[in-house]
Structures are given as C-alpha cells and as structure tokens.
C-alpha cells in the first residue's frame, strides 16, 4: 500500500518534471535563432524532441493512474534514449572526425560551454539532465521490483 501511494506520487512527479522539461524546450526553440541545418531539418529535430517530451508526459501519467511493469519498463527506455538524444549523443557524435574529431574531453567541454552559454539555456538544460538520470534510475528499479502479470487462467 505505501509502495503503491510512493510510485503514484513519483509518477505524479515525473509528469511535471517532463512537463517542465517541454516548456523549457518549447521556450527555448522559439528563443534561439535558427539552426544552419535548414528549416525541414530543424521543423523535424524539434518535432522529435517534443515527441519524446510528450512520451514521457503521457506514460508518466498512465503510471499514476495504474501502476503496471511494461509502463514502468517503457518510461525507463523513453528516459534512457532523452538522455541519449540530449546529451550523450551530442557527445559522441562530437568525436566522429567528420563530425568535428574532437576528443572526449574537448567534447565535453564544448557541451558544457553549449549548455551554459546563456541562464535560459542553462536552465534548460542541466536540472533536466540530472531529471532524467534520476528517471532511469528510479524506473528500473521500480520496473524490477512490480511482480509479472501472470496470465489468465481458462
């Protein structure tokens, strides 16, 4: 009974954290100038990018309504490849010698200096990193510790 009333209020609360983390998004899209990609291009990155935010909102929220193991799994994966999406690859893909060669450290450098060069980006950026750490982590643990449905019987 108290696991159930603590995963429906982190579910509560990772509702808002994705909620945050999509107006802070949105905010900063319409902020920033545009992108050297092209307008197609850069219409279909911030489509995804608020296409995961959505994901997470909307499972986050079906996790407070019923508590179940392949919402929790889900929620999980959707963190793990946000946190992929926003930080972590950017990373690596630093490092590709077509794509600028950069070392790991150079790389991350560069992130650091991206992700802090205004307060708006700043704020954007770095408390949702740690959010969606933190939800990778909470979700597979709670994943691993909700019992299988075990099949009807007939």
Known sequence: MVYARVMKNWSQASAAGWSLWLVATLTLKFTQPESQLGPLITLFNH?????ILAAGITFSLLLARRFERPLAV?????????FWRFQIGGILFKMQPELGGLTFNEAMDYTWK????TWLVFIATVPFVLFVMISIVAWSISAMMLPMDKPAKQ
């Not at 889900?74 to 946000?82: D, E, K, N």
């Not at 991206?114 to 060069?117: F, G, H, I, P």
């Open 47 to 51: 489509l995804i990018d608020v296409g």
């Open 74 to 82: 889900f929620l999980a994966l959707i963190s793990a490849y946000a």
């Open 114 to 117: 991206q992700s802090s060069q």
